[in-house]
């Protein structure tokens, strides 16, 4: 059958196609749904070709775990909640790190305990057995590295969201430390590039590389967890490729350059919007401030839900913030439909969406794209931000850090510098809260004390309700 290999070629081929145009189609809301059954496509046509290599051994197996994963992934697909989103995707692409890992791992004590010389031509000879060029234990040994990272890293980001660590370890000297571990780990790749291929060493530097994943997020505050996902993210694409250099699978080369890509892309763009630098999230202590903090002069003034329906009721733009609050409590759909209310009156309704809300990129946009809210109406924060200043009344629900002002005006804040939807800019401001505890950088919020912030205390739900209840009362 000397075509089949040209079929497996060209499913590859087209696989990686599907991957792309599902990519680019995700760059839209409007798209997206169509784009990830395209890239899940791809996926399919990439493993059933896979299976038809001549080559391939223990398909049985292989067959056995597609089907437990698969299970896996379609049962806890269809039970986790949209709030326990992030945590899955986190462990999701752990589990892809860890993958990509495992491939370095194989290939590298496949070659355990041989006699390995480096000759002269940058080849390595072993006893006449086959051995990998230099190339391929480079590429081995990064992915393995980088793989083994974004794995045990991910897991910690998990761990994070789920509420099972507190949301920072920090100890004097971290950062050399951190350094150190990565220095060791990267010593010992060189070694083992350099034809040192013994078991010990292998595990060695499988440990360190896990040890610095973990080392790497344990500083790293909860709130800034969209960042590390993205970047975890990136690792995984960057591993996958590297190790389908080794495999020479051209599906793996592509697929996990293309996620290298777009992860890289998008931690930059959440870095920028955190106002962090990449070798801040890599090495640095999130949140890390020094001083005492300004003190928050006024009080929080509460209001009740029928004066906040009347008060949006006769206004006549609106901007709606939501947050990560709107998600635990499940409101979006009661936000969607008070909106509607409002916009039947004749009011000008927008919502708002800080670039890192809620736990990971896009966490909001799916949500109110749950809801049903039009994506015309759905704006950015560059976007919206000038038109505060005329908005007539802001509603915050379940947003916190992103709209606190000490953003912009207290050097000791751990969240200084990072820019903010300008809420505090409006005429008047509604915020949704449950209590009077802080966001989840563990900081007070100085909006919330304004002199033209109302706090419409209680869950996001019930507190949407009591506003549709109120407006349809207006209108009655």
Request: include cysteine; aromatic fraction near 8%; charged fraction near 10%.
């Amino acid at each position: 059958m000397a075509w089949l290999p040209v079929v497996i070629k060209a499913c590859y081929f087209l696989a990686a196609l599907l991957f792309i145009l599902g990519l680019k189609r995700m760059s839209s809301p409007r798209s997206a749904r169509g784009g990830i059954v395209w890239a899940g496509v791809g996926m399919l046509v990439a493993v059933l070709a896979t299976f038809a290599l001549p080559d391939l051994h223990n398909r049985g197996l292989i067959l056995a775990a597609v089907l437990i994963g698969v299970s896996a992934a379609w049962w806890s697909g269809r039970r986790v909640a949209m709030t326990d989103m992030p945590q899955m995707v986190a462990l999701y692409n752990g589990m892809g790190g860890g993958a990509a890992a495992a491939i370095g791992a194989a290939e590298l004590f496949s070659y355990a305990g041989r006699s390995v010389t480096l000759l002269d031509g940058g080849q390595f000879t072993a006893n006449g057995a086959d051995t990998p060029g230099t190339a391929q234990l480079v590429l081995a040994v990064l992915g393995a590295l980088i793989g083994s990272v974004s794995f045990s890293g991910s897991l910690i980001a998990f761990a994070k969201l789920q509420g099972w660590l507190d949301r920072r370890f920090v100890f004097p000297g971290q950062r050399v430390v951190n350094m150190l571990v990565l220095a060791s780990a990267v010593v010992l790749g060189g070694m083992i590039v350099s034809g040192q291929l013994s078991g010990p060493l292998i595990v060695a530097f499988f440990v360190l590389a896990l040890l610095f994943g973990l080392m790497m997020t344990l500083p790293i505050g909860g709130a800034d967890m969209p960042v590390v996902i993205s970047l975890y993210n990136a690792f995984t694409g960057l591993a996958v490729a590297f190790e389908g250099f080794v495999l020479q699978n051209e599906a793996m080369i592509i697929a996990g350059t293309v996620v290298g890509a777009a992860g890289t892309l998008l931690t930059q763009l959440m870095a920028k919007a955190m106002n962090r630098s990449i070798g801040n999230v890599l090495f640095g202590s999130f949140g890390a401030a020094g001083g005492e903090a300004q003190a928050i002069a006024g009080s929080q003034k509460p209001i009740e839900a029928s004066d906040a329906a009347v008060m949006m009721a006769y206004a006549e733009r609106v901007v709606i913030v939501p947050g990560y609050g709107m998600a635990v409590a499940q409101a979006q759909h009661k936000v969607w439909e008070f909106a509607k209310l409002l916009i039947e009156l004749g009011v000008k309704v927008k919502f708002a969406i800080h670039p890192v809300a809620g736990r990971m990129p896009g966490h909001m946009n799916v949500l109110l794209a749950e809801a049903g809210v039009p994506y015309d109406l759905i704006a950015d924060m560059d976007d919206i931000n000038p038109e505060f200043p005329q908005t007539d009344v802001a509603l915050v629900i379940g947003a916190n850090d992103v709209v606190n002002p000490l953003a912009k005006t207290d050097p000791a804040s751990p969240i200084y510098g990072m820019p903010i939807l300008d809420v505090s800019a409006a005429k008047q401001v509604i915020v949704v809260k449950r209590g009077k505890g802080t966001g989840f950088a563990g900081i007070e919020n100085a909006l919330f004390y304004a002199d033209n912030a109302r706090m419409l205390y209680g869950d996001g739900q019930a507190a949407a309700s009591e506003l549709v209840a109120a407006l349809k009362t207006l209108e009655s």
